[in-house]
């Protein structure tokens, strides 16, 4: 019995000493973060650029797009960053002007230079019934860039 006694004393000492990270501060650093590097995104995204799309992600990245036709799910891989471009200049063959805006729900540094973001992605703010899409994000930092190692989106509209 002493001895948790003893575990717990430490334990309580350790996570209230000044100078570590808690996870509290942890959680609003990773938030500050995937706030910033999301807005910066969705601003790329409404310049319509692929290649400055694309450049957001590592080399060898991973953007897999959920979708759900009726019963059915299925999910397209693009795999490296010139596939990923692919997709982004497929995706605005159509250019009309948009305002696009993430809402992050949670982001997380698994270390220092990992980190999670879940969030909804609106498509365009200006459109009343703009599709709010699901997405999950592994970021890296390279140098002083978050670069995207993997995103998952998920276009799956309700039956």
Same mark, same amino acid.
Not at 52 to 62: K, L, N, S, T
């Given at each position: ?42 601003? /790329?995204?409404? $310049?319509? &650029?692929?290649? +400055?799309? !694309?450049?957001?992600?590592?080399? #060898? ?5 959920? @979708? ?28 009309? /002007?948009?305002? $696009?805006? &993430?809402?992050? +729900?949670? !982001?997380?540094?698994?270390?220092? #230079? ?5 969030? @909804? ?36 509209? +309700?039956?």
């Amino acid at each position: 019995m002493n001895r948790w006694i003893s575990f717990a004393t430490v334990l309580a000492a350790v996570s209230l000493s000044p100078g570590l990270v808690r996870g509290d501060d942890r959680d609003d650093e990773a938030k500050k973060i995937a706030v910033k590097v999301t807005t910066a995104g969705a601003a /790329t995204f409404d $310049s319509l &650029n692929a290649s +400055a799309m !694309a450049a957001y992600y590592v080399e #060898d990245a991973r953007l897999s797009l959920v @979708t759900r036709d009726g019963d059915d799910f299925k999910t397209e891989h693009h795999n490296g960053r010139g596939e990923v471009e692919a997709f982004y200049a497929k995706l605005f063959e159509n250019r009309e /002007t948009i305002k $696009s805006y &993430n809402d992050v +729900a949670a !982001a997380r540094l698994l270390a220092s #230079d990992v980190l999670t973001i879940d969030g @909804t992605f609106d498509v365009n703010t200006l459109k009343p019934d703009s599709p709010k899409i699901p997405f999950h994000q592994v970021r890296v930092k390279q140098g002083d860039k978050w670069q995207i190692l993997s995103m998952e989106i998920f276009f799956v509209p +309700a039956k």
